[in-house]
């Protein structure tokens, strides 16, 4: 039996928690795996190094064009694209999540123009540009994974842009799997409750609590479980696509 080529995977926002966490059970299981980032280029380049073979990309995901422009080149390099995993994202203000005492009106009104908007560019208009590029990239099928968050799934304390920019990933995925699966690429989003680091670090003690007490297996999850999750979506998936799956513990 031939040996089967590398996947070509391209990790969006891989110097994050969760992100990093993902280029690293990619690359495990054998995948050709380059990531970008934003800000974070210290980690990006030791984890460059950890991982013999990747690429850090540096990428300012406020800008369609560059995010499209980058999945482009990458494609061009590499003769296409297998796996595309948007892990990027912005968390907004995080006074909004810190003080969970603050009547929630006034949460709410504190969300200024400025604030959504860069939320939905961040969030879903950079997902939806790299998605454009990565499919005519992907000529011969292949994966997306957005990871999202429960915010957009269920009803849960989170200010309303954070969780209006997740509920339009999940409805985009909903929509891609439709329309792509065609041309066999299959969608598919990871929705995460509190995880042990990352986001979680803007939220109070009290809403920290509060979650592990009314989550089935009493903790928080942690970036490996994410990890292994989206790595067995885009090295081992064949037939799940348009889902939005949770991996909150039994909230």
């Known amino acids: 039996m031939a040996e089967r080529e590398p996947l070509r995977c391209l990790v969006l926002g891989g110097s994050g928690y969760v992100g990093s966490a993902v280029c690293r059970a990619l690359h495990a299981e054998g995948a050709r795996v380059a990531f970008t980032f934003r800000s974070r280029e210290n980690e990006a ?5 950890e991982l013999p073979g990747s ?19 990458l494609a ?9 995993v948007q892990c990027a994202g912005t968390a907004g203000n995080p006074a909004l999540y810190r003080n969970d005492r603050t009547p929630k009106p006034d949460k709410f009104l504190d969300i200024d123009a400025p604030g959504w908007h860069e939320m939905m560019d961040v969030t879903v ?27 957009g799934v269920k009803s849960v304390p989170a200010p309303v842009h954070y969780a209006a920019s997740k509920g339009a990933l999940r409805a985009m995925v909903t929509a891609l ?13 990871v929705a995460p ?57 039994g909230l």
């Open 76 to 84: 061009r390099d590499w003769g296409g694209l297998d796996a595309l």
């Open 125 to 151: 208009g950079s997902t939806f540009a790299a998605c454009q590029a990565a499919v005519r990239a992907m000529t011969g099928g292949g994966q997306i994974v957005v990871v999202g968050s429960m915010d």
């Open 193 to 249: 409750g509190l995880l042990d680091g990352g986001m979680a670090k803007l939220l109070s003690d009290d809403l920290l609590a509060d979650y592990v007490k009314h989550c089935s297996l009493k903790r928080t999850g942690t970036a490996a479980e994410m990890a292994e999750l989206v790595a067995w979506l885009v090295m081992e998936n064949t037939y799940v696509t348009g889902q939005s799956i949770l991996l909150d513990g």
């Open 45 to 49: 380049r030791v984890l460059e190094r």
């Open 55 to 73: 690429r850090a990309i540096a990428l300012d995901f406020a800008s369609h064009e560059a995010v499209g422009a980058v999945v482009d080149s």
């Open 177 to 189: 799997a439709h329309e792509l699966g065609k041309r066999r690429i299959l969608v598919n989003m």
